[in-house]
């Protein structure tokens, strides 16, 4: 017990060990509040309403509860199309403001929890599927504990740090031959520390789940535990027959024996290659070889060895596959592993294990024909190697970017951008093959933006954003791998291109893994076919230094240009008339109000006195149909807020210029042309423009 005391007072001060272990945990904590994102962040930003309808649906799909979502779904329905009669009304002044008053109220009242119910309703959507085990729950909880299997890089770390010197340590110092000579040296010696090992590891372990399991029990709540697994979407296609809070225990077993299996694993090459650098690099190879290369998620659990274990969320996730394009077939890209299976690797990496014990036995009772070594070096070395793999791990690249002077956006021009030099717009003469093209202003002559050869599998996206000498577009590329290992796969990777219109070089500044089932190393920009499935549903996007914004249908995403990182900033009916100014975001809302949204500081202005539905941006005014005045055109200084009236007949749309307002008039749907001060209101057709 005394030689134990000593290995333990060695391993946790003289070693370091101590401050390891909390700078580990320290940088665990850090990394969940930091990168932690809900898997479902649509739950977390209507929680109040989401959690109203889950109150009521909570548990089992019944009988009732699915005559409660077709009730619900039309009285919601119908209290929309009310709502909108009434505004409109309203503003064609055909009630009055208390007359509206008194008709939106409990209609209000009906909607206002419209965004929590859309979020049950996708729940109820995936349940009804198979009902028998799928039950309604907040999943947020559970899916940031379980629906992951991400390599714990941290804690390979710490291993490597904590075990590799526990018999490097005596090499380096060339005290294993001393050890010969002590009445309890040797085998007993190894035994002790062994068993020092194994009780740290599954104390880390134990600490590290509980960690885990208290941080997502706090930030979202782990309630209704004894609900079947397969109520995450994650483990939806799973045949296993287990619940929530069963398999998260299962999960910290597993792990516990894949880590004691790699300590095993990193005693077995300090024994063998007596050297802390070779030790190092054997253990993190034999783990991270398999984990980044194999193409298909389940083939690293048919591995027998530390691995599988060490992310054993895996082996309670059901067959999934995805449909291919190319082969218009079904291609397998997660193979459930069967219960005997996870029995037999577990019986083989046991006997590894004590193959691996047997040999460190042996290793470290013949040591009389040790060499002169050199640990001080080798030990500096292996603490660098370490140092570089934790400055990989949080190594990102962000690409910097003067906005300052930012040309104005607007929706209605998605497809063209004009600067001092160039117009940029889409070509549309086929609409079968329709081109990013640019025309010098000064010579006309007329160009392809895309210069390098167009792939069989790459689409380019018909929506442009400029800024200055700079032009950005989409596109989407897509990699046919064939092969047994890939199974066919297909890979997906959406792009957003700079082209700099001095040199018409091109850059990427972001890019997105768009395969749900292929591995970044460090888990954290790993893609999630929820969170990237609107990357397929883009209507138009704008950027500044930091964020890339993506409209899509009803809702604005800003995505991190450094990590990725997307969420909902805007929502509204109808964003067809958005703008944007390098830093506030212009739309209008379900009451047609026209909205100022502030990116640097997630705030919201409405602006005074505009009714609308279409507006056009420019430096200094923001044009618009007035709703209120049978929409005629209207001006709104952005500096005082004044509005003056343009045009004296309802228009239907509008674009414009620096100098002309172009529009279509509702009377008799001709064009027309006038200028931004209101006067010299001209029919284009009668002057043959």
């Known amino acids: 017990m005394s030689l134990l005391s000593y290995e333990w007072k060695k391993m946790l001060f003289y070693q370091k060990g101590l401050y390891f272990i909390s700078l580990f945990f320290v940088l665990s904590m850090a990394t969940l509040l930091i990168f932690d994102t809900p898997k479902n962040p649509e739950i977390e930003m209507n929680s109040e309403p989401y959690a109203f309808y889950l109150n009521q649906v909570k548990g089992a799909l019944t009988d009732e509860t699915e005559r409660f979502f077709k009730t619900e779904a039309k009285r919601i329905s119908e209290a929309n199309v009310a709502l909108e009669r009434a505004y409109n009304e309203y503003y064609d002044g055909k009630i009055s403001e208390n007359e509206l008053l008194k008709i939106a109220s409990p209609l209000e009242e009906i909607v206002k929890n419209e965004s929590g119910f859309k979020v049950i309703f996708d729940q109820y959507s995936y349940i009804r599927e198979n009902p028998d085990n799928r039950y309604f729950l907040s999943t947020n909880g559970w899916n940031g504990l379980l629906a992951t299997d991400h390599l714990d890089l941290l804690f390979l770390l710490l291993l490597l740090v904590l075990v590799t010197p526990v018999f490097c340590a005596e090499f380096a110092s060339e005290m294993d031959s001393l050890h010969l000579t002590v009445k309890k040296g040797t085998r007993v010696h190894a035994v002790s520390k062994v068993v020092l090992v194994f009780m740290t590891v599954i104390v880390l372990c134990f600490l590290t789940s509980l960690l885990r399991y208290g941080f997502f029990h706090i930030k979202y709540g782990l309630e209704n535990g004894d609900y079947p697994l397969q109520s995450l979407s994650y483990f939806g296609t799973s045949t296993k027959n287990s619940t929530l809070f069963s398999t998260f225990i299962w999960v910290t077993v597993l792990k516990i024996f894949g880590n004691l299996s790699f300590s095993v694993l990193i005693m077995l090459f300090s024994v063998w290659t007596k050297k802390y650098a070779l030790t190092l690099f054997s253990s993190t190879a034999v783990i991270l070889l398999p984990y980044v290369g194999l193409s298909m998620e389940s083939t690293k659990y048919f591995l027998p060895g530390p691995l599988a274990f060490m992310i ?50 042996i290793r470290h009772t013949n040591v009389w024909s040790v060499k002169k070594r050199r640990g001080g070096r080798l030990k500096s070395l292996s603490m660098m190697v370490i140092l570089c793999l934790t400055a990989f791990t949080f190594a990102g690249c962000t690409s910097k970017q003067n906005m300052k002077d930012v040309d104005i956006y607007n929706y209605s021009s998605r497809q063209s951008f004009e600067n001092e030099q160039y117009r940029f717009y889409v070509d549309e003469t086929d609409l079968d093959d329709m081109k990013l093209v640019f025309e010098d202003k000064q010579t006309g002559e007329m160009n392809h933006l895309i210069r390098n050869p167009m792939q069989s599998l790459t689409k380019v996206e018909t929506s442009i954003y400029g800024n200055g000498p700079f032009v950005y577009y989409i596109k989407q590329e897509f990699d046919k791998l064939r092969g047994f290992a890939y199974r066919n796969e297909e890979r997906g990777r959406f792009f957003v291109i700079e082209v700099d219109t001095r040199t018409f070089d091109e850059r990427i500044i972001f890019e997105k893994n768009m395969n749900s ?173």
């Open 312 to 361: 054993a969320t895996g082996f309670f996730r059901g067959s999934e596959a995805e449909y291919n394009i190319v082969t218009d077939q079904m291609d397998v890209t997660f193979e459930e592993i069967s219960m005997l299976t996870v029995m037999i690797l577990f019986v083989i990496t046991l006997c590894l294990n004590i193959g691996a014990m047997i040999v460190i036995m």
């Open 517 to 689: 089932n292929e591995d970044h190393f460090l888990g954290p920009h790993s893609a999630d076919s929820a969170d990237s499935g609107f990357y397929f549903e883009i209507d138009s996007f704008f950027l500044d230094e930091k964020s890339i914004y993506f409209i899509v249908q009803n809702e604005i995403r800003r995505v991190n240009r450094g990590t990725g990182k997307s969420n909902v900033i805007i929502r509204a009916p109808l964003l067809t008339s958005v703008a944007f100014d390098g830093q506030h975001i212009y739309y209008f809302n379900e009451k047609y109000e026209v909205v100022q949204y502030d990116t640097k500081t997630d705030s919201e202005t409405v602006l005074p006195d505009i009714i609308t539905t279409h507006f056009i941006l420019t430096e200094t005014e923001l044009l618009f149909l007035n709703r209120k005045d049978q929409y005629k055109i209207y001006a709104m200084s952005l500096d005082d807020f004044a509005t003056r009236k343009i045009t004296e007949q309802s228009v239907l749309n509008f674009t414009c210029d620096d100098q002309y307002i172009f529009y279509e008039a509702r009377t008799d749907s001709k064009k027309y042309r006038i200028d931004r001060d209101g006067e010299n209101d001209l029919l284009l057709e009668d002057q043959n423009d």
